[in-house]
């Protein structure tokens, strides 16, 4: 360099060592964590082990100009809501990065991002593989459930109430934003572009609904994709009632009544939990949301059949997409 200064050049084990082993959370079922070829846990008797793996690309999951403390939280965010969503909690995660380059700084504030989230829900990180290549951060999230009380997307029976959590639409307005299709004042924009970057995985929600819901399923490509899955592994059909459904203020404040339905319904990455429970159970879930500090809205019922209709209050139908995000 110029003035002398020698560049820092940091390899993997360096990578490893200052960012990512520990300090951090430490679970009481790993035995073997982050050093050695495998890491090695226990699972808890009577419990089960519930694996998931999501992998995030830049510049088709979050954009190239993402700050690095919200790629990593996002990174692990996502596979915690798909834990979430089977009604498991969140145990430990191998982190797979993919880097062009070894920024000191960049690193820092990425594995800032992963371990606030991490720490929040006592996740431990027991292992992963570092590699050089365009930015791609692939997280495995295991979590542990009580045997037999995995919520799956099969379960909906007719006659169940659907229900989402929180609201509908802003992280779709955040993308909106990002691609420059709206403006936004730099307090609402915080507003979504937070949400975009740093979804609340609902775990406690999917844990309260082990022993209510029938089906579940996180809303990773849009309300109406998502439900359809539920719809089809349970073999039945459903209606939703469109004046129903929990659009977002901010989104309401934005666009249009059609475009905030267009995006509650397709835009995907809410990572609110949708799921179905029979109708006795209302009591139960206003008791969750109560405690928990998050809307729990029915949105409509399951039905014989394998079609979702979508109503307006008087009857008319919604004939707008509901075609959700897909990469291919
Ligand atoms: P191996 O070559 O045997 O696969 P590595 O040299 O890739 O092992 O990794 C050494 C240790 O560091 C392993 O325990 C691995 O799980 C862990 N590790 C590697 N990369 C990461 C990472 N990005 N985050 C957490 N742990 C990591
Ligand atoms: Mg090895």
Redesign the pocket.
Known sequence: MANGAKPIVLN??DI?QRY?APPQKIRPEVNLS????C?IVSIPTHHQLVITTDTLVSGVHFPNDATAYSIGYRALAVNISDIAAMGATPAWA????TLPQADEIWLQEFAHGFFDLANQFNIQ?I????THGSLTITVQMHGLVPTGKALLRSGAKVGDLIYVTNSLGDSGLALAFLQKQLMLTNQDQECALKRFYQPEPRVIIGEHLRDIATAAIDVSDGLAADLKHILKASNVGATVYIDQLPISNLVRQHVSPEKALNLALTAGEDFELCFTAPRDAIEKLKHIANITHCAITPIGEIQKGNELQLLYQDGKTYHGSTQGYRHF
Do not use: C, K, S
């Open positions: 993997e084990f490893i990512f982050i050093g050695d070829d890491a191998t982190l797979a990065l990180l292992g992963g593989d570092t």
